[in-house]
């Protein structure tokens, strides 16, 4: 009985010290998971808002732009420090500008790359096995009496983390988050309250 017992006591101090360990890995793994996708949204998002002057608030929406949109650039047609090809462009009438349009999945990820899969998973929380969505919403607000527009995305822990191994591990996350440090449960960026130019809470 007395061995037993003694394994058992093992047992519980080994989960008590493990568990914890445990959990942090994983929080840190998924949460820097969430954090690569969810800068990828802010990103569309801004590239969004450059052409249409708003935010979006559906992923379809975004989704669509990425694939199928353009956005309009402009480059120099001949270096300034160049005399000779300055003098034929002036000549010539024409301006030191040239607009041209590329596809907006060719260059807003720069240097990545991005598949057009990739893209369609974009709406999906990693690791929930594409069962949960970022949490999106657009809207304006006022800021110095001018309007403009804001956006917010944001993932709850609860919802990428394992809430059945780890449940009071979450509870206490989450506990401590908000009435502790007073900040969002999870990982997010912009703000449906204010413009904060579309701040991440992973920044802070």
């Given at each position: 009985i007395l061995g037993v017992v003694i394994v058992a006591l093992v047992y519980i101090i080994y989960v008590q010290i493990s568990t914890p360990l445990n959990f942090n890995k994983e929080l840190a793994a998924k949460k820097a998971a969430v954090i690569e996708r969810i800068k990828d949204i802010r990103t569309a998002q801004r590239s969004f808002k450059s052409k249409y002057?708003?935010?979006?608030?559906?992923?379809?929406?975004?989704?669509a732009f990425i694939l199928t949109d353009t956005l309009e650039l402009e480059r120099k047609l001949v270096d300034e420090d160049d005399s000779v090809g300055m003098?034929?462009?002036?000549?010539?009438?024409?301006?030191?500008?040239?607009k041209f349009k590329i596809a907006v999945i060719d260059t807003i990820f720069s240097p990545k790359k991005l598949s057009v899969e990739q893209v369609k998973q974009l709406r999906y929380i990693p690791g929930t096995d594409d069962k949960a969505q970022f949490i999106m919403e657009a809207g304006y607000t006022t800021a110095s009496n001018v309007v403009v527009p804001i956006v917010e995305c944001r993932a709850p822990y609860k919802m990428f983390l394992d809430t059945v191994a780890y449940r009071q591990e979450i509870i206490n996350l989450i506990d401590e988050e908000e009435n502790i440090f007073n900040r969002y449960p999870g990982v997010k960026f912009g703000s449906m309250e204010s413009a904060n130019n579309e701040a991440g809470n992973w920044e802070d």
């Open positions: 002057q708003h935010f979006t608030s559906t992923f379809d929406s975004l989704e003098a034929m462009l002036k000549k010539s009438g024409k301006k030191n500008i040239e």
